[in-house]
């Protein structure tokens, strides 16, 4: 049975209401975040050499003195959610809270190559992915919707991409700079791969940001990227890196390796397993060093904190929004079996 008031104590009583509190008042760190990231406030301690006081940050920013109270209260959820450091001012008798970076918002300042998470987290924070969530209720209890964001919006995130040039051109830059941020990880912790192949396609590429950082740690390594004619048309100029037009669930040109990095979780399991077969078509025999390297979430797995597991559920939440998915590793198995191939390691 469940737990009545009455035989809970008062204390239990009070740790139960803080923590609905807790959770139902989340998206007030969302959008805290969000309105620091809109107010270029990393950037703005990052160029004043890491450390600002409130009255100077608002002098930067371009806030109006009156709004100081607010941006104190802005300012004391990011550094109680640990988003910024605090801490008092080491010189005169009238102490002024100094704030600072963390490794986590360094992540958010600009730079020239554009590996910060800064484009990503805008398109989780944007009101057009937002927006869909309010109606989940009415989703669930209408067995004949489609998506979530087709319900809100009319059209799926493709559709709205191919469609609106803004919101291509930011899932474009999402692909780019979240490349540039993690491919270097990956060459850097898993590199060897990569090792002995000659040729590979890096399917719905975008703009090529992963095929440029391995084709130029791989210089001998011929690398292509194939995505839609609508991506291909925007991609910039690039020796190291060409592009193909095409589909990748009609035809995927021969290589010694595909590489699909966020690929497979915007997808159902039939559509995955349709792709997994044109990927096996397109690449040599095991035996003869064909590779599928796919760089994907497999909830479940990775370290066992907490941190860690909501962020991989939260997202599956996310993404199932536009008919997505996060797969457990039996259900990775289930799709690769069903394509037709043999085994699989995880990295």
């Given amino acids: 049975m ?28 969302s959008m805290a975040l969000k309105c620091a990231m809109e107010l270029q406030i990393p950037n703005t301690i990052q160029h004043h050499g890491g450390a600002m006081t409130l009255s100077e940050l608002a002098t930067k920013t371009g806030i109006h003195p009156s709004k100081l109270p607010p941006l104190r209260g802005l300012m004391r959820v990011l550094t109680v959610s640990g988003i910024f450091v605090v801490h008092d ?27 910060n998470l800064f484009p ?31 319900k809100a919006h009319d059209l799926n995130v493709w559709e709205m991409a191919d469609q609106n040039n803004a919101c291509n051109e930011q899932i474009n830059n999402v692909m780019v700079s979240d490349s540039n941020f ?5 060459l850097r912790e898993c590199g060897d791969v990569f090792l002995g192949i000659n040729s590979l396609i890096d399917v719905a590429g975008g703009h090529g940001g992963a095929a440029r950082a391995i084709a130029m740690s791989f210089p001998q390594m011929k690398c292509t990227v194939l995505d839609l004619p609508h991506v291909v048309a ?8 060409s592009f193909i037009s095409g589909n990748m669930f009609k035809y995927i040109p021969p290589a010694d390796a595909l590489f699909l990095k966020c690929i497979f979780h915007d997808w159902c399991d039939e559509d995955c397993v349709k792709l997994l077969k044109n990927c ?28 860690t597991r909501e962020t991989q559920v939260f997202y599956d939440l996310f993404i199932m929004g536009a008919e997505g998915i996060e797969r457990e590793e039996f259900e990775w198995k289930k799709i690769f079996m069903e394509a037709g191939f043999s085994d699989y390691k995880i990295l």
């Fill in 120 to 150: 990503i987290l805008s398109l989780f924070l944007d009101s057009t992915a937002i927006t869909p969530f309010f109606g989940m209720h009415s989703w669930f209890l209408d067995e004949h919707s489609t998506s979530l964001f087709k």
């Fill in 234 to 241: 925007g991609a910039p100029s690039d020796a190291h890196v």
């Fill in 280 to 307: 096996k078509e397109a690449i040599p025999p095991r035996d003869a060093g064909g590779k599928v390297i796919i760089v994907d979430m497999v909830v479940g797995s990775g370290p066992d904190d907490i941190v």
């Fill in 2 to 29: 469940a737990p009545t008031q009455g035989k809970q104590s008062s204390q239990d009583l009070l740790e139960a209401q803080v923590d609905l509190w807790h959770h139902s008042l989340g998206f007030v760190k």
């Fill in 182 to 186: 993690f491919i270097n990880i990956l």
């Fill in 89 to 115: 001012s080491a010189s005169g008798d009238n102490k002024e809270a100094v704030y600072g970076l963390t490794p986590s918002t360094c992540l958010l300042v600009s730079d020239e190559v554009k590996s």
